[in-house]
């Protein structure tokens, strides 16, 4: 079974959205406006393009990416890889970025039956959680920024569930205060 990765970079306090600085959100930005850039640091992302074989994303986040990321030289090994769109409601892909849309999560969970390495989601919130909710998520890579930013989507849903038991895999901190950290869940 392919392995899914959810992604992200995280406030201490949970926060994810905007962090690149999407238009929107009041501390849009806070990676690289409220904490030193320290190069160490982002070492994983390097990692996870190199070690992933599949995108996963939701319909937003999708949409946001697809005029972008083709033109970012960063991101060649992610634009050489297949992607693909979790929507009920996305008519077609973007011409731009080429993408499969999967229409549910039993789409999703086909697609880890597949054969191939890990799949990664970016951004996605609301992706992020159905997947956490329905089971989906096999590990969590997260940097976690010494910030707290309040209000904002978060990278865990508030639903009522039994414990997700999770293992540090791995973890490093950073001169700047942020913390790497991966996590297997139910391992």
């Known amino acids: 079974m392919r392995p899914l990765i959810v992604t992200a970079f995280v406030s201490a306090d949970g926060v994810m959205e905007a962090p690149g600085g999407e238009e929107g959100y009041r501390n849009s930005g806070w990676t690289f406006k409220d904490v030193e850039f320290d190069e160490a640091a982002y070492e994983i ?4 393009q190199e070690e992933t074989t599949a995108l996963l ?10 005029p972008v990321w083709p033109t970012m030289e960063e991101f060649a090994e992610y634009n050489a890889m297949p992607r693909y769109v979790v929507s ?3 008519e077609s892909d973007d011409e731009r970025w080429p993408a499969t849309v999967l229409r549910s999560l ?3 969970a086909a697609l880890k039956e597949t054969e191939g390495g890990p799949i990664a989601v970016h951004g996605s919130a609301t992706l992020g959680h159905a ?5 989906l998520v096999d590990r969590y890579h997260l940097l976690v920024f010494p910030l707290l930013l309040g209000a904002g989507k978060r990278l865990f849903s508030d639903a009522d569930k039994d414990t997700t038991r999770l293992r540090l895999a ?3 901190a950073y001169g700047n205060g942020i913390m790497k950290c991966v996590y297997d869940v139910n391992p």
């Open 57 to 66: 994303l939701g319909r937003r986040s999708y949409e946001a990416f697809a």
């Open 170 to 172: 791995e973890y490093e």
């Open 88 to 90: 009920t409601t996305l």
């Open 131 to 135: 997947l956490a909710d329905a089971g």
């Open 45 to 48: 992302k390097g990692r996870e």
């Open 106 to 108: 039993d789409d999703v």
